[in-house]
């Protein structure tokens, strides 16, 4: 059940605002990269459906740290989450992007449903940039989660999650289907750095809860409780 943003917020109340749409499989994202993709993502398309296709065997995620400047962006309206997490990723790779309301559009975020579904989202953050090969991977364990976001970064790419915060109370303080950007990981420590657009950007001595290092399994937890299952990287 959606709730009123927390105390960090700048007041919006933050609703549920990533929904589970028809999903694509892993051969209908490599097919529609494939068609319209820039040569550099047809390249890595063809790479991260192979390694997915393996279940990322031997993946050497167990020994590194990651770390990837991404701008927060603070979400406009409440199911806006997906807007800001896109402008995010997109800021990141062509060091411009959109406003959310534009992206908005594209997303179909307030077309028949409030939020933006994985399926429009994975259409878009491969349509409105041309470095990178965006895949929405299932995510049925704490190992394949972490695997699957230190590829994304080592390969210079900030992932999209989408996560039920409710099963993870240990780092979010408000309810909601929600998306955000995770920009870090540090596998020594077990713990990934996120980019909450729900929270305004306010740090106290240096620290900021919109842009902070929370433990990896709680991540996965909200990740897992959601229809999706699955984060976009």
Not at 102 to 110: F, I, N, P, S
Not at 192 to 198: G, K, L, R, T
Request: hydrophobic letters at 35%; one cysteine or more; charged letters at 25%.
């Amino acid at each position: 059940m959606p709730v009123a943003a927390d105390e960090d917020s700048s007041g919006i109340q933050i609703n549920d605002g990533a929904v589970a749409g028809e999903r694509m499989s892993l051969e209908e994202q490599y097919r529609l990269i494939m068609a319209n993709g820039s040569v550099k993502q047809k390249e890595e398309a063809l790479l991260l459906y192979q390694q997915a296709k393996s279940g990322f065997n031997g993946a050497p995620y167990a020994i590194g740290h990651w770390e990837l400047s991404v701008t927060h962006c603070e979400q406009e309206k409440g199911t806006w989450c997906g807007p800001a997490t896109l402008r995010q990723t997109l800021l990141y790779i062509n060091g411009t992007a959109r406003d959310q309301s534009y992206l908005a559009g594209k997303l179909e975020t307030d077309k028949t449903i409030k939020g933006t579904t994985d399926t429009m989202m994975v259409k878009q953050v491969n349509a409105l940039q041309n470095e990178h090969a965006y895949y929405e991977l299932d995510i049925p364990d704490k190992d394949t989660y972490l695997t699957t976001v230190y590829t994304s970064l080592s390969n210079d790419k900030p992932v999209i999650d989408i996560v039920d915060t409710s099963a993870a109370r240990e780092i979010f303080s408000y309810d909601a289907l929600h998306f955000l950007s995770i920009s870090g990981i540090s596998t020594k420590n077990d713990e990934v750095f996120i980019v909450d657009p729900a929270i305004e950007d306010i740090r106290v001595d240096g620290y900021s809860r919109a842009k902070r290092w929370v433990e990896a399994e709680g991540m996965f937890n909200a990740t897992f409780a959601h229809d999706c299952q699955a984060n976009i990287g």
